[in-house]
């Protein structure tokens, strides 16, 4: 595995199909599992970490971002990365950066609502990674799903010769969501208030339930947060809230647990004529990364 | 040389150095100077041809926008051009945009203050451009002097690997910029008006005149349009009024003759410790093109 600084330097060795896993780093197996489902498509593939500035609305959680280079890199040439691009500020904004990517109707609600500016800063680098390393693949997690909703769509009206790949929530055997911020839960039993909410929601899809407002209150009836922003059925491809569940979807949860500001989702897929609920992948073993 | 209507189709020969030369059509000495400049310096030349409805500010400017693709292909095929690209609105726009990429602090003033939405429309089919044909170099008159500073910052500011050329301004031999737009010129001597200002104004930077207000008086002094958008000095890095030529700037005019609007500049560089006034290219003969 290389570690490069530039865009040059990873598309120095561009072949016909790189994949690119985006990531802000501090690596668990839900990232792990992005370079798990680009290595069985493409030639090769590009790992970023960058923490953006741009896309944090809250200075505080920022600066606690965690970070981790080194384990980043181990665990990045284990799992068969085979360029791991690391750009230092002054390579990603090198001058006083004026140019924006905005993806308007598929960012007003849910997060958009309640993270002021969060969405503009991710279309952004987003694009800047697309436009500099010129990918043929690219992979993000179901796990904020109104974002990858948004990167599918940036790139297509952009039109960058690329796919964008949405793969499968990694969960702890206990059900919680991978997270790089879980490291800073307090009370875990409370956390997984969420995922208890969002499998008894599942399973009410799988009895026929197609209600939005009835699988929203299975998920609030569990919800033990401390505040919560919001928790709402939104169509897939535009992540706006529905009604009722008549074409792929997602139930999505956000809050607040001390100062971690968590998120989660219950993916609602149509195969064929049926809803199949999409309870991502369960770890057998809980998370050395997480734990850390 | 290749007529093509989609991006693969494009890339598909793409060496190690494309030139692109994007353009609205209804091509004149103008456009093929760049496919010249291209030629200098790229194994391959692609244009393409899109009159993009998203940079129109005024709908009746686009219905009357003059096109003629037969003639554009036989211009371009003798100028040099390997591929001719002529996207199809639906290949540009398979889905409603919802995207847009905007360049503050490059477009709030001049063009920027008279056509609201102009410069976003421009920002954003021009990054389609770059993200879905990836040329190396990309090529722009010094005419629209705040679209090339635009569009230069744009490209460092989303990471776009190529290289931004700005070409001089081609003239008529009466000093007529050339524009597409020359065939709705009714009263040409009017519109002479214009160049005769910047003229004066060149021959005062030569003498030695620095202050912003003289040289934009000696300019007004000439102008004979119906009204007048602007006459200003401003910098070409960021299209910013300045009250001194003390930088690399443009002394820039815009306005209404008729149902034509004129938009014109001379670019003021700087050349060691010099200001040099760029006249543009002089045509020993009138063009045949813009008197169709």
Chains 1, 2 share one sequence.
Do not use: W
């Not at 230092?88 to 609600?109: D, F, K, N, S």
């Not at 055997?173 to 929601?201: C, H, K, M, Q, T």
């Not at 535009?238 to 956000?254: C, H, K, N, S, T």
């Amino acid at each position: 595995m290389r570690i490069v600084e530039t865009p040059e330097a990873v598309r120095a060795g561009n072949t016909s199909l790189t994949g690119l896993v985006p990531t802000m780093g501090f690596l668990h197996e839900g990232h792990l599992s992005l370079v798990q489902a680009a290595r069985a498509s493409c030639d090769r593939i590009v790992m970023s970490v960058f923490v953006n500035p741009l896309q944090f609305d809250d200075p505080g959680d920022l600066e606690r971002y965690p970070r981790d280079l080194e384990r980043d890199a181990a665990l990045a040439e284990e799992a068969g990365v085979d360029v791991l691009y690391v750009p230092p500020l002054e390579v990603m904004y090198p001058v006083e950066p004026l140019t924006t990517v905005a993806t308007a109707g598929v960012t007003e609600q849910l997060e958009g609502k309640h993270r002021p500016g969060h969405f503009v800063g991710v279309a952004t680098v987003v694009a800047k990674l697309f436009a500099s390393l010129q990918p043929s693949r690219a992979y993000f997690g179901r796990k904020d799903h109104q974002q990858l909703a948004m990167v599918r769509r940036m790139a297509l009206d952009l039109s960058f010769p690329l796919a964008v790949e949405g793969c499968p929530i990694v969960r702890e055997p206990d059900g919680l969501a991978l997270s790089s911020r879980n490291v800073f839960i307090g009370d875990r039993p409370r956390a997984l208030s969420i995922s208890r909410g969002l499998e008894a929601a599942a399973d009410a899809v799988d009895q026929g339930i197609r209600d939005g407002d009835r699988l929203v209150a299975l998920v609030e009836e569990q919800l033990d947060l401390d505040t919560v922003d919001y928790v709402a059925l939104a169509d897939q491809d535009r992540a706006r809230v529905i009604e009722r569940l008549d074409r792929p979807a997602f139930l999505a949860v956000a809050g607040h647990l001390g100062r971690v500001r968590l998120i989660d989702n219950l993916p609602l897929d149509l195969v064929g004529e049926m809803f199949v609920p999409d309870r991502g992948v369960r770890l057998s073993a809980p998370s050395a990364l997480t734990r850390l």
